[in-house]
């Protein structure tokens, strides 16, 4: 199994950073994993954000491009997220997933994304 824990979620304030973290344990997990990030905010789909393959390349939502930032340390398990430039909208619970992700696939399915955290709540404040 893999388990993937999410962590530096937080209230700030408009125009602020935020940099988020997300461990990958378990046997069965493999670097050669894709890892990403999604949110969800009150009353809405879960919806893309970034994502980053085992090569490094990366992917992102348009609204997020040019303020957020994902990276991963192979050595680490782990992939980050770091947010700046904070507006209002970027509230909601983000969320760790893992998987093979599957070309021009941004929606959160399983065949993509067969692994989740628990999510970390971010709270951007105007």
């Known amino acids: 199994q893999v388990q993937l824990v999410e962590a530096g979620g937080g209230l700030v304030q408009a125009g602020g950073s935020l940099r988020l973290s997300c461990i990958a344990s378990?046997?069965?997990?493999?670097?050669?994993?894709?890892m990403g990030w999604f949110r969800q905010a009150p009353g809405k789909e879960r919806e893309f954000v970034a994502a980053?393959?085992?090569?490094?390349?990366?992917y992102y939502a348009d609204s997020v491009k040019g303020r957020f930032t994902i990276s991963r340390d192979n050595t680490k398990n782990t992939a980050y997220l770091q947010m700046n430039s904070l507006k209002s909208e970027d509230t909601a619970v983000y969320y760790c997933?893992?998987?093979?992700?599957?070309?021009?696939?941004?929606?959160?399915?399983?065949?993509?994304?067969?692994?989740w955290g628990q999510g970390t709540q971010v709270t951007v404040s105007s």
């Open positions: 378990g046997r069965t997990f493999s670097s050669s994993y894709a």
């Open positions: 997933a893992a998987g093979y992700f599957i070309y021009g696939e941004y929606r959160p399915t399983a065949r993509s994304w067969g692994y």
């Open positions: 980053i393959r085992s090569g490094d390349s990366t």
